[in-house]
């Protein structure tokens, strides 16, 4: 999958510790999304249920805890993730 991702919004995500977010990397823009999971308001209901329903062909996960993520390390993970 060639495209051009946002290198530090992926890098942004993968330092995130909040446990009430999520972060996904949207294929089609580039860009990283955040999903607000404990939120209950339609907006955000609305947001997580079009993630899912795309989770894979259009969105990836990207998974957070590293507090100095690298260049390397977003290259890794793009590499994991096949893109």
């Given amino acids: 999958m060639a495209g051009s991702y946002n290198r530090n ?3 942004a995500a ?3 510790t909040d446990p009430a977010y999520s ?3 949207d294929l089609e823009t580039g860009q990283v999304v955040t999903v607000p999971d404990i ?3 339609p907006e955000a209901e609305a947001l ?3 993630v ?3 989770y ?3 969105f990836r996960y990207i998974p957070g805890g590293n507090t100095a993520p690298s260049d390397v390390d977003v290259q890794s993970w793009l590499d994991a993730e096949g893109i």
Wanted: net charge negative.
């Fill in 9 to 11: 919004q992926i890098r």
């Fill in 14 to 16: 993968l330092a995130e």
């Fill in 23 to 25: 972060f996904y990397l």
């Fill in 39 to 41: 939120e209950t308001t």
């Fill in 48 to 50: 997580r249920n079009s």
């Fill in 52 to 54: 899912m329903d795309g």
């Fill in 56 to 58: 894979g062909d259009r």
